[in-house]
């Protein structure tokens, strides 16, 4: 496996090759780095997730440069899945669509949708553009973490994970810490309304006020692996909004203070930059090697609603 940092676009070239070549790429996006695979290769995605350790039904978010890549992949699209698209990608927002033949089983689980997503990062959009060069049409690609852990929101993070369980001709795209550092926002769009199934930094409101009519999340049956018990999980115990005690690891905005003899891992001013920082700072917690991270939710709308639900899952046994 080869690091490369800040890739030249002779380097993003021959990434996309080792793409179409059937090897696994992981690359930054505006949310988490993904670990990429041709999404029209079976073997190269059944790569991922034995490099993940993760089950085989479970489904992959296949990326594409442009809504114009939309028809290869999905039927059925609503108006309002368009209207969605229009507005949002590139950005952190993925599609659940009516699968088109090229989606096949491999990707969807078995399932007859698809998730799609056109990323909103640099180097992302351009290995997308030169893999289609190539005519390649989608790049599958999970969070680059092994199964129920955190999602790696630095290149770093994914050398550490990861690294092990790439093969040598693997490569590993460095662009730098992820701009959002929180999962894109998943809305199924296979019926007569969306439903929000994940929520992320495309809020409820923001989609509710573009279409209107969504629905709550999980209200519907679809697998996503964010609803399984305990995912988005370091080692250490994660308890929200508790008393800590000395010794154990402390997240909270800047302006509440650290309790004493606690280790503070994050400190943000910002909701925004409470999502960029939190993966990172419970990486750090199990870098310490900390038994308990104590996180202070925050408790406003709009992107914390996405913090607390990972937080919720990671809290979980
Ligand atoms: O921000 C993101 O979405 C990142 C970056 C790399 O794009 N990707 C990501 O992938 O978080 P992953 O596999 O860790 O989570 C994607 C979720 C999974 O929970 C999967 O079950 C769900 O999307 N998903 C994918 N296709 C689906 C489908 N057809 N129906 C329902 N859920 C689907
Ligand atoms: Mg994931």
Not at 153 to 158: F, H, I
Request: charged share 25%.
């Amino acid at each position: 496996m080869e690091l490369i940092s800040n890739p030249t676009s002779d380097e993003i070239k021959k990434a996309a090759k080792a793409l179409k070549d059937g090897h696994l790429v992981a690359f930054p996006t505006e949310t988490v780095y993904g670990l990429g695979a041709d999404a029209t290769n079976e073997k190269a995605v059944s790569r991922i997730y034995t490099v993940k350790g993760r089950p085989t039904d479970h489904p992959l978010i296949v990326h594409i440069s442009s809504i114009n890549l939309l028809d290869k992949w999905a039927v059925h699209i609503p108006k309002y899945a368009m209207k969605l698209a229009k507005e949002f990608w590139p950005g952190p927002m993925t599609l659940i669509l009516k699968r088109n033949d090229l989606a096949r089983d491999f990707i969807t689980g078995g399932q007859d949708s698809v998730g799609l997503r056109v990323p909103d990062q640099s180097v992302a959009l351009e290995l997308l553009n030169e893999f289609e060069k190539l005519g390649g049409l989608g790049i599958a690609a999970p969070s680059a973490n092994k199964f129920g852990a955190v999602s790696p929101t630095t290149a770093e993070a994914v050398e550490e994970e990861l690294g092990n369980f790439l093969h040598r001709d693997d490569l590993i795209l460095n662009g730098g810490q992820c701009a959002v550092g929180l999962e894109s926002s998943i809305i199924d769009c296979t019926k007569d309304q969306p439903a929000i199934l994940r929520p992320g930094a495309i809020t409820y409101k923001m989609a509710e006020e573009l279409v209107g009519g969504i629905q709550n999340k999980n209200s519907t049956q679809i697998r996503v692996s964010g609803q399984f018990k305990s995912h988005y999980s370091p080692k250490a115990i994660i308890l929200l909004d508790k008393k800590p005690e000395p010794g154990d690891g402390f997240i909270a905005m800047a302006n509440i203070q650290t309790p004493v003899g606690t280790i503070r891992l994050g400190s943000p001013s910002t909701v925004q930059e409470f999502a960029k920082i939190l993966y990172n700072a419970l990486r750090n917690g199990d870098k310490k090697n900390l038994q308990k991270i104590v996180v202070v939710l925050p408790t406003s709308n709009g992107l914390a609603e996405a913090i607390r639900d990972r937080l919720i899952k990671a809290a979980k046994e």
